[in-house]
């Protein structure tokens, strides 16, 4: 079964300040990797996925994220925060198969103070 | 944003009494989710189906049961509400083709006293 680790549960930067969150995964076969965002009172938004190829992926919003297979990790970062990313961040992972059910880590809530 | 209606958004209820959760999809979706959101284990799988009248447990199905008699709607139910089951419930769907993401609903907002 896969699982997810993120490593930062709370992170407070100020405006303008490089971001990034760890993500780990642990599973033996072909995944998908994903980050979603939740902002305050809001369901979940997909940032940004990796199926396959280039392992730096862009999302929306100026995100982006570094598939490194031999580490199993899957980072988000951003150069450059806004107040506006306070939020939410769940890293989720599903196999290349089946019903591919989504397992999410345990989340990571950033604060941007302005 | 993926047509997704969960419903109702918010409710309180006692232990012991029993409740459904409806999710309405337009997307004509083959997969549908239930998931909960508890502060510090993100969101964890419920139960989830693959088709009308096809469902499977997650990792957090005990005290829940699902039901989807039509492809557009997937009900859960607590068959006897306890305080542990106090959560934001999910529901996520999905279309068939290989490596779609998940959209997900507003979520509702449950707590048993």
């Known amino acids: ?114 | 944003d993926a047509g997704i209606t969960q419903s109702p958004r918010h409710k309180v209820t006692e232990t012991g009494t029993p409740v459904t959760l409806r999710c309405h999809q337009t997307e004509n979706h083959r997969y549908m989710y239930w998931y909960r959101q508890d502060p510090g284990h993100g969101l964890r799988l419920i139960h989830y189906s693959y088709g009308v009248k096809d469902t499977d447990k997650g990792e957090v199905s005990d005290g829940y049961s699902v039901s989807r008699s039509k492809t557009e709607d997937f009900l859960l139910t607590l068959e006897s509400a306890t305080s542990s089951q106090t959560s934001v419930y999910f529901c996520a769907i999905r279309g068939g083709v290989l490596n779609s993401p998940l959209h997900f609903g507003n979520g509702t907002r449950l707590t048993v006293t």
């Not at chain 1, 997909?46 to 490194?68: H, N, Q, R, T, W």
């Not at chain 1, 199993?72 to 107040?83: D, G």
């Open chain 1, 1 to 114: 079964a896969q699982s997810v680790s993120q490593h930062n549960h709370h992170v407070i930067l100020s405006e303008a300040a490089s971001l990034e969150l760890g993500c780990n995964y642990s599973y033996g076969g072909t995944v998908n990797l994903f980050w979603y965002v939740q902002y305050p009172g809001q369901h979940l938004q997909l940032l940004l996925k990796y199926f396959s190829g280039d392992p730096l992926v862009k999302g929306i919003k100026g995100f982006e994220a570094e598939f490194i297979k031999s580490k199993f990790s899957f980072n988000l970062r951003k150069p450059s925060v806004q107040w506006s990313d306070t939020a939410e961040y769940f890293c989720a992972v599903n196999a290349r198969q089946g019903a591919q059910k989504l397992v999410f880590g345990q989340g990571t809530r950033l604060t941007i103070n302005p």
